[in-house]
């Protein structure tokens, strides 16, 4: 567990490489999943932000270039069918603590890239509607 200024000194660190970064959302975005997972440990990460009309606009997926379709393709199954979807559809933080038995996180099939055991968090963030 990170101690209070071991939190805020990772909040200063990402909000500092966010403002040396031009405003390209993509690499905002994904500067920001790297970071936050490196701060708290995370293997797994996707960032996903909508239109105000529900399409998806960008998808972020942590992790190297390496079988890259193979994340993409889970974490679309995530957005359309699992727990994304159910954050972005409820407007609510939902929290699933053993990914394993809990039916918002899909089975999809095997592949060391896909986790498997763990818990997960998907939390809606707003900014002007989007």
């Given amino acids: 567990m990170l101690s209070e200024r071991q939190r805020l000194d990772a909040l200063y660190a990402i909000a500092k490489a966010l403002r040396n970064q031009d405003s390209n959302p993509q690499e905002v975005l994904s500067t920001a999943l790297r970071m936050s997972s490196e701060t708290i440990g995370a293997k ?14 960008n998808v972020v997926v942590l992790g190297t270039q390496d079988d890259l379709e193979t994340r ?17 559809h ?7 603590r053993d990914i394993s038995t809990d039916p918002r996180w ?16 998907g939390l809606p963030m707003e900014k002007d509607g989007y």
Avoid: E, N
């Fill in 44 to 57: 797994h990460g996707c960032v996903v932000t909508f239109h105000k009309d529900d399409h998806i606009d």
């Fill in 72 to 88: 993409r393709k889970m974490w679309q199954r995530l957005i359309t069918q699992g727990l994304i979807g159910y954050v972005h």
């Fill in 90 to 96: 409820g407007r609510r933080t939902i929290i699933l």
């Fill in 106 to 121: 899909l089975r999809l099939a095997t592949s060391s890239l896909i986790p498997r055991t763990g818990s997960a968090i």
